[in-house]
């Protein structure tokens, strides 16, 4: 990657290791025979789809737009779930999706009789609620105690709605195959008694199969497990972060060096509140190129990273570099591609970072830019 070849700021994405993300996808899914899906919400890059669909073919969606998108970019009807229907979109809701996930019984209900009369069959399932997850951070866990998140098994009398034909849970985050063994247990304890009448499952997201160190055969083992108890289940996987997970960066540019009472920041031109909200949601701090998270006492050149807005919280801590840092050096953000372009904002009218694709041969597609028509079509 010819960093002087790259506009600032601008997301890369590196289609080699894109590529071998899928690869291992869809080899689980081959092997466990199962349907692993795109998650929209955490990678959208709809340039990179024709890459995508190469190896999957299906994509899950969680809004009109996304389904819309589904259809159109990943050239495939949606598995849809959102937590609450708009009456008037539902029609074009169902015109894009082959599957529609309620959060609800009472939604179900109220839009069981559109399903009825669609002009092909949509197939209808209900999120469940196991009421365990692994995840820690409670802005990500969808079992928390009064989760909004999904039916739990009480609300359902011991009786599936009529007309249902899956289930769908999501409990997981980042997480590993042990603990969607941990998620299976919980979920057939309380939902197993349906699984007979169904014609699928839905296992969400979360499943970071990708990520080094993931057990990837005890997760074929425990899907192959579960499929042997229930052979005429469909299962599917949803996972977001796992197709995008280490396949590119965010570039960014040192505009400035600031020193206030022996701290000094080096001011960026893109922003982490708006460019890489997750990094102060999370909270997490993200890897950078050349540079160590861990202060030591001999490190001499440490700067906290700020960014260009003017909230100030927009920084992260000290990183520790080998060379002081100056005006107009590049700084590279690891890992900036799952859940980084899609929770994007233009707060304080700052740049949106360019998109690009770095390609095998190492050429370099600049895909998208933004500019000030893109910030002001966002208002009114």
């Known amino acids: 990657m ?25 080899g689980v899914q081959r092997e466990a025979g199962v349907q692993i899906i795109l998650a929209f919400k955490g990678f959208a890059m709809w340039s990179a789809f024709p890459i995508v669909r190469e190896y999957v073919n299906g994509a899950t969606a969680s809004s009109l737009h996304e389904a819309r998108l589904c259809y159109e970019e990943m050239k495939t009807l949606s598995h849809t779930y959102a937590v609450a229907y708009l009456p008037r979109e539902f029609g074009r809701i169902m015109s894009y999706s082959s599957h529609i996930t309620f959060n609800s019984i009472g939604q179900y209900r109220r839009f069981k009789k559109r399903l009825e009369k669609a002009e092909r069959h949509i197939s209808p399932g209900i999120r469940v609620n196991p009421g365990w997850s692994p995840v820690g951070t409670a802005l990500y866990n969808p079992a928390a105690p009064g989760s909004r998140l999904g039916e739990p098994a009480e609300n359902f009398r011991g009786t599936l709605p009529e007309g249902i034909e899956g289930l769908h849970f999501h409990t997981l985050c980042e997480s590993s195959s042990y603990d969607l063994e941990t ?24 499943h970071l199969m990708t990520r080094e160190g993931y057990d990837v055969q005890h997760l074929i083992g425990v899907l192959k497990s579960f499929k042997s108890r229930y052979p005429q289940l469909q299962v599917i996987l949803e996972p977001g972060s796992a197709f995008a997970w280490d396949t590119g960066v965010l570039v960014a540019t040192v505009l400035d060096i600031v020193r206030n009472k022996g701290v000094k920041t080096a001011i960026l031109d893109a922003s982490f509140t708006a460019h890489m909200p997750d990094t102060l949601e999370m909270p997490y701090r993200p890897r950078v190129r050349d540079a160590r998270s861990e202060i030591s006492s001999t490190d001499r050149y440490c700067y906290r990273l700020g960014g260009v807005s003017c909230l100030s919280g927009d920084f992260m801590e000290e990183y520790a570099f080998d060379k002081p840092l100056k005006a107009g050096q590049k700084i590279v953000f ?13 707060f304080n009218g700052v740049t949106h970072p360019s998109i690009a694709i770095l390609r095998p041969n190492g050429d370099l597609d600049v895909v998208r830019k933004f500019g000030y028509r893109d910030y002001k079509r966002r208002l009114s």
Request: glycine share 8%; proline share 5%; hydrophobic share 40%.
């Open 2 to 26: 010819d960093l002087k070849k790259i506009p600032s700021p601008c997301f890369v994405l590196e289609e080699a290791r894109l590529r071998k993300n899928l690869e291992l996808i869809a």
């Open 183 to 206: 998620t299976l247990g919980h979920f057939e304890a309380q939902f197993g008694a349906f699984l007979p009448s169904l014609k699928w499952v839905n296992f969400g997201g979360g």
């Open 334 to 346: 690891e890992d900036m591609i799952h859940y980084t372009m899609v929770k994007t904002t233009t």
